[in-house]
């Protein structure tokens, strides 16, 4: 497997088509490991959760590059939520929550919300119910209909042996205002006969410009920028201070009157971090 993952861009020079396509292999395996370290999570569900990975990682690169995107995935029937997160540094985390859950994951009947974090701090936000026929793939290609009113055709797989991510990729393919309607029958034709995306993906060599070339066989085309993409989680002493800081001030004041040590553990990554009573005191006290 290679050291890094990548994700890379290129444009039809009629300006028909943008595609967009990535191998998150390292990215998935890291964030799925995060979630079952012991490997006892059900394939459908950590599926589900590399391929919302790859999936917001892609929307995030088409849609707004420079802002933060999370993906989350919350079906109220089976008590799962999925969350990915993914920022323009090329981190990308995520989380699994199935407190009181089914033993069955599910699509139908959940709902996939989208959010980018503005530069001035504002929230942008969309929300779509799925169905009972829904895939992680064809709910963001839903979402980027309903919601962004784009044109686009999406498809992401993750690969998983005993819960262990093996291999993940996707891609995006943005149909622009010029396409007429010739392309547009192409292209679709070549989306669905890259149904074999899995088997690429499967491979130890796989390459994102590889479905690249396949998409756009035939078309003259530019190749654009690329970049390394990679699971990281960022959390920090100080965000867990910022968040105990928000609290009601009387939360506050009983945790640090217990003068005891309090454990606080990330819930993407699981680092731990202890907080002193003097910490606790500290943001009791006026700056």
Not at 90 to 103: E, K, M, S, V
Request: glycine residues 8%; hydrophobic residues 35%.
């Amino acid at each position: 497997m290679p050291e890094s993952d990548l994700i890379v861009r290129a444009m039809a020079n009629d300006a028909s088509f943008r595609v967009i396509a990535t191998r998150s292999s390292l990215t998935a395996k890291g964030t799925v490991q995060s979630q079952s370290p012991d490997g006892k999570q059900s394939n459908p569900l950590l599926g589900a959760l590399g391929d919302l990975c790859t999936g917001v990682l892609l929307i995030r690169e088409t849609m707004a590059p420079q802002l933060r995107v999370q993906g989350i995935v919350k079906n109220k029937k089976t008590k799962h939520t999925l969350v990915a997160d993914s920022r323009p540094d090329g981190n990308t985390r995520g989380l699994i929550a199935a407190n009181n859950a089914t033993g069955e994951f599910s699509l139908d009947g959940a709902l996939l919300q989208l959010m980018r974090t503005l530069h001035d701090g504002r929230l942008h936000q969309g929300l779509i119910e799925l169905d009972g026929g829904a895939s992680i793939s064809s709910a963001l290609t839903a979402y980027m209909y309903t919601s962004e009113q784009i044109e686009s055709m999406i498809r992401v797989e993750t690969i998983l042996e005993d819960g262990v991510v093996t291999g993940a990729g996707g891609y995006l393919i943005q149909l622009l205002p010029e396409v007429g309607k010739g392309p547009v029958m192409l292209m679709e034709q070549r989306h669905a006969d890259l149904a074999h995306l899995r088997e690429l993906v499967d491979k130890p060599d796989f390459t994102p410009k590889t479905i690249v070339e396949e998409l756009l066989y035939g078309m003259p085309m530019t190749w654009l920028e690329e970049s390394k993409i990679r699971y990281g989680c960022w959390c920090s002493r100080e965000s867990v201070l910022s968040s105990l800081a928000s609290l009601p001030r009387k939360e506050v004041e009983e945790l640090a009157r217990d003068e005891e040590v309090l454990e606080i553990d990330c819930d993407y990554c699981h680092e731990e971090y202890q907080i002193r009573p003097i910490e606790l005191q500290g943001l009791l006290t006026p700056n």
